[in-house]
């Protein structure tokens, strides 16, 4: 509850769950056409993002829902953690909802890491090149942990159809199923402990 009883819309109406809904059936319609290959020039994924933006009935709808409600539900998750801390909703006995809060935030932002990638065009391999060596902390670690961290997100030594492939079966099975099983530890232990008094 926010003071004087006004309520945030973005943080306590289910905006979030209702944004992540969202998600999973443009996501869904999305694959029905979606081709995680990325051997060939063009290669199939890039080609089928094209297909999907030009060609399927209102193609260009859904994935603009997707992208860009991925987009407000990366906001929306950082004005409810902000909100959540702002209210003291970490301190005892709600420490480990805040805890689960934090990962699902990371996760959200694993998905729009993952999901990047997948239209398989010039920006998004550059940029995913650029944010994979940034990842496997290449300036900060010993060449050989950080090497092994390029390796295991990589799927090889460069960007290329295996990465594509490891990145779209973590934004397509992995990272769901991960937000589903940390959503539903979330809610019973919001529904358990109730709303937290601000600070």
Do not use: C
């Not at 905006?15 to 199939?44: C, N, W």
């Not at 953690?81 to 970490?90: E, I, M, Q, R, S």
């Not at 699902?104 to 890491?113: E, P, R």
Request: aromatic share 14%; hydrophobic share 50%; no cysteine.
């Amino acid at each position: 509850m926010a003071p004087n009883g006004a309520r945030l819309s973005l943080s306590e109406s289910g905006y979030q769950p209702k944004r992540s809904r969202e998600e999973f059936v443009t996501g869904f319609l999305l694959g029905i056409y979606y081709e995680p290959d990325g051997a060939g020039t063009p290669a199939p994924a890039y080609t089928s993002v094209n297909f999907i933006q030009h060609s399927v009935y209102l193609g260009w709808l859904i994935r603009g829902v997707h992208f860009w409600g991925a987009n407000l539900l990366l906001v929306a998750a950082l004005l409810h953690l902000t909100f959540v801390f702002w209210n003291g909703g970490y301190r005892a006995p709600r420490e480990l909802n805040w805890m689960v809060g934090v990962v699902i935030f990371l996760v959200i932002v694993l998905f729009s890491f993952t999901g990047s990638l997948l239209p398989w065009d010039a920006n998004s391999y550059l940029a995913r090149s650029r944010e994979i060596s940034i990842a496997s902390g290449a300036s900060v670690l010993p060449d050989g942990v950080s090497g092994f961290i390029k390796y295991v997100l990589q799927g090889g030594p460069l960007v290329g159809p295996s990465t594509l492939l490891r990145f779209f079966m973590a934004h397509v099975f992995l990272l769901p199923a991960v937000m589903t099983v940390l959503l539903y530890v979330h809610f019973r232990l919001a529904r358990w402990q109730g709303p937290s008094e601000p600070a």
